[in-house]
C-alpha cells in the first residue's frame, strides 16, 4: 500500500487559491499606478504568494499582522522621540530621529553583503547560495532586522506615511533610490504637506518609486533561478542563455541535477529547502510580477518569463511572451549568440504544433483571472 494514498493522510491543498489571491491583492495595488501604490502592502503580498507556493498551508500569510508591526513601530518612534523634540523643530530633525530609531534603536540594517552576494561578471552555478531570499521579504526583514536596500526603502517610506497620516509630521518625504547599494535615507520633499498628499478616503499618495519593488523582486527571482547565473554589469544576461540552453540541450552535469532532483523533493512535500538549488515556480512568480509592474518597459522581463514557461511546460504563455520579446527593438540588437537561442526557442515550439493565443502578463490579463477551485481529491505529498 502506498502510504500517501491513505485517505487518512490527505489534505486539501490550498496553495493555488491562496496564490491566486495574493497575486490579485498585489496586482490590484500595481493597478493604482506609482502614486496609488501602497509598497509595503504589494511587497507582503508578494511574500503571501510565495509562502502559499510552498506551505501549502490552508491559512494565508497574515499581512495585515505585519502591516500593523509597522504601526507600532511608527508609534513607537512618535511616542519615543517625535513628541519630545523642541518646539519649532526643522523636518529634517525629525527625519533624523525616525532614521536614528529605525537603523541604530531597532538595529535594521543590511546583510553582510549589501545589495547582492553574486559578483559582478561571473558565472555561478547556483545563484540561491550566494543570494539568501529572505533579505528580499518584508516579514523576513520585520521578525529578524535584516535585509537588502530595497526592502529597508520600503520600510522607511511606509513608517514616514503612517507617521504623515497620523499628523506627527506634517512634510512629505521621498525615499532617495539613485542607489540601491547602502542604507535608504528619506528626504523632505519640499512644498508638499499633509492636506496636499491626503486623498479623499483619508489614503496616502505613495512618494516613494516603484523602483524598489523592482529590485526586491528581480533580487528574488535571481535568488530562485534554477539555472547558472551570468552577472553583468547592465544585468542583461542574468539566466537566460544557461536556461535556455539547458531547455534546447539538456543537462549535462549529473551534480546538478541531483541537486536539482532533491529539491524538488522537499518542494513538493512543502519543505523549505535550500535556494541553492533553485526553485522554478517561485522564479516564475517573480518574472511575472516584473512583466506586470513593468509593461512594456522591461522587454527582458518578458525574455526571462517565456524560458521559465518553457520549463515549466506552459507552451501557449511562451509563445506568446517570446513573440512579444523579439517584436522589440531590444531584441533586433542583442549579441549574435542571444538571437540565435531565440531563434532556436521559436523552433522548438513551432514544432509542438497549433498553440491557443493567450494574453501576454498585464494588470488586466491578471484581473480578468476566474478564481481556481479547489480540488478536494487531490492529494498533497507528506512531508517524511
Request: overall charge negative.
Amino acid at each position: 500500500m502506498i502510504v500517501e494514498d491513505d485517505p487518512r493522510y490527505r489534505r486539501v491543498d490550498m496553495s493555488e487559491i491562496n496564490a491566486w489571491k495574493a497575486r490579485r491583492a498585489f496586482v490590484t495595488n500595481v493597478a493604482c499606478g506609482d502614486s496609488g501604490m501602497n509598497l509595503a502592502e504589494a511587497a507582503l503580498q508578494v511574500a503571501a504568494e510565495d509562502d502559499a507556493l510552498v506551505s501549502h498551508s490552508s491559512v494565508q500569510l497574515p499581512v495585515q499582522s505585519f502591516l500593523n508591526r509597522i504601526s507600532r513601530l511608527a508609534n513607537d518612534v512618535n511616542t519615543l522621540h517625535l513628541r519630545s523634540l523642541p518646539p519649532g523643530s526643522s523636518p529634517q530633525e525629525a527625519l533624523q530621529a525616525i532614521h536614528r530609531f529605525l537603523f541604530e534603536e531597532q538595529r535594521f540594517g543590511l546583510p553582510a553583503f549589501g545589495r547582492s552576494n553574486i559578483p559582478s561578471g561571473q558565472i555561478m552555478d547556483n545563484p540561491g547560495v550566494y543570494e539568501n531570499a529572505k533579505y528580499a521579504y518584508l516579514h523576513e526583514l520585520l521578525v529578524t532586522r535584516k535585509g537588502v536596500p530595497a526592502v529597508l526603502a520600503i520600510l522607511l517610506e511606509e513608517v514616514c506615511q503612517r507617521l504623515l497620516s497620523q499628523g506627527a509630521v506634517d512634510f512629505a518625504v521621498r525615499v532617495d533610490c539613485t542607489s540601491l547599494d547602502r542604507l535608504p535615507r528619506a528626504e523632505v520633499i519640499p512644498g508638499l504637506n499633509r492636506q496636499m498628499v491626503t486623498r479623499a478616503d483619508g489614503s496616502m499618495l505613495n512618494t516613494c518609486s516603484s523602483d524598489v519593488l523592482v529590485e526586491m523582486l528581480r533580487f528574488l527571482k535571481r535568488a530562485y533561478w534554477p539555472f547558472p547565473w551570468q552577472s553583468t554589469p547592465d544585468n542583461a544576461t542574468g539566466g537566460f542563455h544557461s536556461a535556455a540552453t539547458i531547455w534546447l540541450e539538456g543537462e549535462d552535469r549529473a551534480e546538478l541535477q541531483a541537486i536539482a532532483r532533491t529539491a524538488k523533493h522537499r518542494l513538493e512535500r512543502g519543505i523549505w529547502t535550500s535556494p541553492g538549488a533553485g526553485d522554478l515556480r517561485r522564479a516564475l512568480a517573480a518574472a511575472e510580477r516584473l512583466c506586470i509592474l513593468l509593461g512594456d518597459e522591461g522587454p527582458l522581463e518578458r525574455r526571462d518569463v517565456a524560458v521559465l514557461y518553457l520549463h515549466a511546460c506552459n507552451f501557449p504563455a511562451a509563445s506568446a511572451h517570446l513573440a512579444a520579446y523579439t517584436a522589440t527593438s531590444i531584441a533586433a540588437d542583442a549579441p549574435r549568440e542571444e538571437r540565435e537561442l531565440l531563434r532556436r526557442m521559436r523552433e522548438s515550439l513551432d514544432a509542438v504544433g497549433d498553440l491557443p493565443k493567450v494574453p501576454i502578463l498585464s494588470v488586466q490579463s491578471v484581473l480578468s483571472e476566474e478564481e481556481p477551485q479547489i480540488d478536494t481529491e487531490r492529494r498533497i505529498s507528506l512531508t517524511w
